[in-house]
């Protein structure tokens, strides 16, 4: 298997059996953190959440719309560190358009059907994070940097 489609497939493996990810933007000169459902979409190329639009997040993607999203494989609590495996995606976001809305939204639901009361509110806004480069850490030496293009992933939409 060569590294490029070994890649894609660690990259596919973390986004479908992680439901979760730790979202980092900055406002004001200052980091901020927050843990956040994620449902991936075109072909990874895309990772939505949703977020209530009076909260410092919504604010802080408002006035500078880069983030980084670190999503963990789930096995931490493993006792070595070679069992753990980080991906984390930057890019930049965008509010879901009308015209994207119903769908985006209906597939959101599927991955996370807990979140529907909050997703009904009419202060949640829907977010894609379009992704520019991922980087993957499947151990301590082995870190690499992936544009998009590099992975020569389509987008469907």
Known sequence: MSKLSETKTYIEKILKSSRFAVLA???DGQP???????????????????TYRNTQKYRNLTRNGKVALLVESGNSGNATQQDSFVLTAFGHVEEIRTEDLKSVFNAHIEWHPDLLSFMHSEDCAL???????????RSIDDVEWWSIKDLDIEESI
């Open 127 to 137: 977010v894609r994070i379009k992704v520019d480069t991922y980087q993957v850490v």
């Open 25 to 27: 933007t900055e406002g």
């Open 32 to 50: 901020y953190t927050s843990f956040i459902a994620i449902t991936p979409m075109e072909n990874y190329c895309a990772l939505i959440f949703a």
